[in-house]
């Protein structure tokens, strides 16, 4: 897991909204913890495996109406007893964000808030 945060591309921003998560087998909701261009984090006790393709709907301040993200699960963090701080959860990453409005909403959204920054 360490190793996929450490390749980040893009700056993360924190955000929390409850999401709707659904894969061929699944649907749940949980709750994004922070978002990028490229992808967001899922909070969640019961992430899907890496690999998976999911579909997330979410609301972002900067456009009217619900973002849809054809996505793929990219890495997992499962709860720890051990660090109990450390959120569960799954980063995935956008194939395709729909309506095409969507990139554009999500960029303006991030460009307005202050990056979240990770410790060494």
């Known amino acids: ?31 994004i913890r922070n978002i990028s261009e490229g992808g967001l984090f899922v909070a969640t006790h019961d992430p899907l495996d890496v690999g998976s393709e999911v579909t997330i709907k979410f609301t972002v301040p900067t456009m009217e109406g619900e973002v849809t993200a054809h996505s793929i699960v990219r890495w997992v963090r499962p709860y720890d007893e051990r660090m109990p701080d450390a959120i569960p959860g799954m980063g995935v990453q956008f194939v395709t964000l729909l309506p095409d409005t969507a990139t554009e909403a999500i960029n303006r959204f991030i460009q307005e808030r202050e990056p979240e920054f990770y410790e060494d």
């Open 1 to 31: 897991m360490e190793q996929e945060e450490q390749r980040r591309t893009s700056p993360r921003v924190m955000y929390e909204i409850e999401v709707g998560v659904r894969s061929d087998d699944n649907f749940f909701t949980g709750f």
